[in-house]
C-alpha cells in the first residue's frame, strides 16, 4: 500500500482486507475498483464504495469518475480512503488520476508523475489512459455536451453490441445481479446512454431551448440538434453537412438492439434512416461508428421566428 497526500492511499487486494494495517493507517474508507467486493467482514468497520470493472482497455472507468472523486473527497473529514484493485497498478491508479487532476488542477501527467513518485511501476492501461486523457480535455468534469465524449460514449457503447457483449434480457439480469451486491455499475446500461427524448422533456417541469427536430410526415417531436453527430468530410477534412447522423434517441431503445435495421417514427412508423452499431460510409466517403443516419427529407427543423 502507498501513501500518496494526505488522505489518499492505493494499493492492492491484499492490503484492502489487512484491516488492522488500514486502521493505524487512519483509513476509514475503502473504494474497490474490483470485479468482486472485499468480503464483508473485512469492510464492516470502514465506509465502502465498490465500483464494478476489469482491467480491459475497453473498460469504461470515465462513467465513474465523479462518484469516485465525491466518495474521496466526502470522506476527507473521516480520514483517509484507500482505493484498491487487484495489484494497485491500474484501475485504483486510474481512479487517483482523476482525482488529483481535479482536486489539484494538475495535468494528466503531472498527476500520473506524483503517484509515480510513491508507487513506482505503475501503469493504467491503454484504455484507461484515453478516458483520462479525454477527462483533462473536458477541464476534469464529465460533460455530456461536448462533442468527443459522446464520440467515445457512442463508440464505446457500439462495441459492446457489436462485440455481443451487451444482450439486453442478460444485461438486466446481470446488472439486477451487480446492483444487488452492492455493486456501482453503469456503463452496460443502454437506456442511460441513449439520448434525450424531446417527448419525455415536454412532459416534465423542466423545460428546455434546444431546438427540436420532427417527423416530416406526422410532425412527431424525434430528436434535438445538439444529438447530431458531425464529422470531417472524408476528401476536405472539413465539417460534413450532407448527411444526418445522430445520438440514438430513448425513445428507439426496444428497435435498436440488433446489430443494424431501420428507424421508424415512433408516432406514424415512416421509416426516416437507418442504423448499424458497426457503422456506415457517409457520402462524403468518411466512415461513421456508430451510424444512426437520419434521412434529411423525411425530418424538419422550424425555423426561428423573426421579430
Known sequence: MSYIQDGLFVGGIDDAIDSKYL???????????????????????FEYKWVHAIDTPSQDLLFHFQECIDFIESGRQLGATLIHCEYGISRSVTIAVAYLMQKLSLSLNESLDLIKTHRPGVRPNSGFLKQLKLFERMNFTIDERNKEFKIYKLENLADKISSGRINVFFQMQLLNNLLDAGASIKDDNLRSQLARDPNMDRDSTHGTTDAVYYCGKCRKPLFYDNSIILHDDDKTTETCYSSLFIEPVKWMEENIQTLEGKVYCPKCKAKIGRFNWSGSKCTCGSWVTPSFHIRNDMVYKPMPRTK
Not at 23 to 45: M, T
Request: hydrophobic content about 30%; charged content about 40%; cysteine-free.
Open 23 to 45: 486502521r493505524k493507517k487512519g483509513i476509514k474508507q475503502i473504494l474497490s475498483i474490483h470485479i468482486k467486493p472485499i468480503p464483508i467482514e473485512y469492510r464492516e468497520d
